[in-house]
């Protein structure tokens, strides 16, 4: 067995970072930008809230797999009603449905910085590329290879991140004025996607299979892992903190308002050139490659994971890694899903019915994951040393009702 003493637990953490880096995606920095610019720092609390939330929902994915030895599919599997495969209903639909539009998303945000640091192609090209190079990275890699990758990827975000917002000189009194909850007048939106957007996807039940396909087994694994998640969620939590730091000393005194979506950080590399010079703006935007193409290549590696357990339960064959593991036909069936048919959305848009449909199951997965995790650690399935205490029911109940809430914002908005 690998010495898992405190000493030796530093140098084998990266699920952890791995599952921070994928949550955190183009989408979840322009959201963190808009908040500091139109609101400075007194949100600061919630972003902090935010992370701590993650903590918990992680460390309960995490716990679950390894107190248990079963993946978070398997426990899903066990509720409800006997002999009824609601999971396998909800799950298959939402993942093959997700995954169709997430892929020509996800190749459209990596694309993004690509066109604007070399116009030798169009967007829909460098998306195309994103994608297939995702593809080729996953494919011919094993999970050793793919954590390296990732951690790369999140050493130069770290570095372009946080060094611009230490180039900015953020304000320390109203950051310190920050930490203190309140809610400006027109803030409840931004406050709820702070706390709930960032780093919160499906990824986030990928956890645990990037958990196990790190060779970790056991609860005398609990430990490393729980170091393991909350290194991760910090790096993530300090991303969020750099940006607010960005958007609150560039955006919020000059008064500039950003374009929506991905392509707000677009607005924001101009203004940079503006402030700072090409150089500032060049590094920025390979610090905006590596948020979306980490985000890429951890959803096709995780999900696909996700996939291939899900179709191992469908079979029959759960206990057999050749249907469910990294080169698995359905690990491999689903990143061609990934990478291949979405590239229709980019030139064909995205229909109506698709995205309802993209909406309301993605609305739900959230809640569901809280929910199912709570059931889940608190009964006879986990054993009894290794259930929720109050402090972890706490936090999961307080992520299930702001997932909810969330979701009831989600749903109404479609309906609408």
Known sequence: MTDVTPKNRWKLLGPGIVVA???VGAGDLVATLIAGSRFGYALLWAAILGTVLKIALAEGVGRWSLATGRTIFDGWSSLGPKGFPWASIYFGVYVVIWGFVYGATGMTAAALPLA??????????????????GLVLVWFNSYPVFEKIMT????????????????????????????????????????????GGVGGTITMAAYGYWIMAKGWRGPEWIRVMRLDNRVGYIVTGIFVIAMLIVGAEILYAAGIALGGGDRGLLDLDEVLRERFG???????LVGFFATTFSSLIGVWH??????????????????????????????????????FPPM????????????????????LFMPFLALTLMWLLNSERTPKEWRSGWLSNGMLAAA???????????LWSLVM
């Open 400 to 410: 299930a009702a702001l997932f909810c809430v969330l979701a009831g914002r989600e």
């Open 278 to 284: 090409d150089v500032v703006g060049t590094l920025f």
């Open 152 to 195: 790369a990827l999140v050493a130069v975000m770290f570095v372009t991140v946080v060094g611009l917002a230490v180039l900015v000189t953020p304000d320390i009194p109203s950051m310190l004025r920050g930490l203190i909850p309140m809610l400006p007048e027109g803030a409840a939106y931004y406050t709820l996607g702070l706390i």
């Open 21 to 23: 880096a994928t949550g």
């Open 116 to 133: 604007a640091l070399f116009p030798v192609f169009d967007l829909i090209t460098w998306a195309m590329i994103a994608g297939v190079a």
């Open 344 to 363: 229709m959305l980019l030139f064909l848009g995205r229909p109506f019915g698709l995205i309802v449909a993209y909406g309301v199951l993605g609305a």
């Open 302 to 339: 995780g999900v696909s994971l996700m996939f291939a357990d899900f179709f191992a339960h469908v079979t029959k064959r759960q206990g057999d890694e050749a249907v469910r593991g990294e080169k698995s036909p359905a690990f491999r069936g689903y990143l061609l899903w990934l990478t």
